[in-house]
């Protein structure tokens, strides 16, 4: 598949095993993978190298087998070292070119975007995708700017055809709204990790898209 193929969702399902009620990474991906979510971002900030490795080392097989895409948060060196599909960068990380460098031309690259400004420079860069948000409040990330709102949402999908990710503060019961606006994948992280029953809570949110 190239990289576009390997982008086409409509969750983009990202890990955090803070809010996972005591499940580990790796029974979430389980219930990820069970659910049929196509693309799984992983994001652990406060771990050690070490533990990091061997976890991404056991999802990266996981993920290989199920034909899922898997996307390393931040950490380059992590996504090389265990061969993950690409990597999600912030706005004050390591510079995107740089990434590629690294990378190679094969590997996906996302980037955080918050401002249209912003969106247009990652498009020049040569993102293959961009995170869009965060739309709403979320608690999710301890170092996150302001929600963006709505129309910054809109008017990425109005004037961009690079694929991106809406993210942020997004539940259930505002998701057909934020689809309305013209998303094709969304971000959930707290709303499905946090679910008693993730795969039926994937059920539920996709019965809205």
Do not use: W
């Amino acid at each position: 598949m190239n990289k576009q193929e390997r982008l086409t969702t409509d969750l983009y399902c990202i890990t955090a095993e803070k809010f996972s009620l005591g499940r580990s990474n790796i029974e979430v991906v389980e219930e990820m993978i069970a659910a049929e979510v196509k693309v799984i971002q992983y994001r652990e900030k406060k771990k050690k190298m070490l533990y990091k490795y061997e976890e991404c080392k056991k999802l990266r097989e996981m993920t290989r087998k199920a034909g899922v895409t898997f996307i390393i948060n931040d950490d380059i060196h992590l996504a090389m070292a265990i061969d993950a599909d690409g990597v999600h960068i912030g706005q004050e990380d390591l510079p995107l070119e740089e990434v590629r460098k690294l990378l190679g031309e094969d590997k996906i690259i996302g980037l955080s975007t918050h401002s249209p400004q912003q969106a247009e420079d990652a498009v020049k860069r040569g993102a293959d995708y961009i995170g869009v948000g965060p739309i709403f409040k979320t608690y999710t990330k301890e170092d996150v700017c302001d929600p963006v709102g709505l129309e910054y949402l809109e008017y990425v999908a109005n004037n961009f055809e690079i694929p991106f990710v809406a993210i942020g503060g997004i539940k259930e019961q505002n998701v057909e709204q934020i689809i309305s606006l013209g998303a094709k994948c969304v971000s959930m992280v707290t709303e499905i990790v946090g679910a008693e029953d993730i795969r039926a809570k994937i059920d539920s949110i996709r019965s809205r898209l």
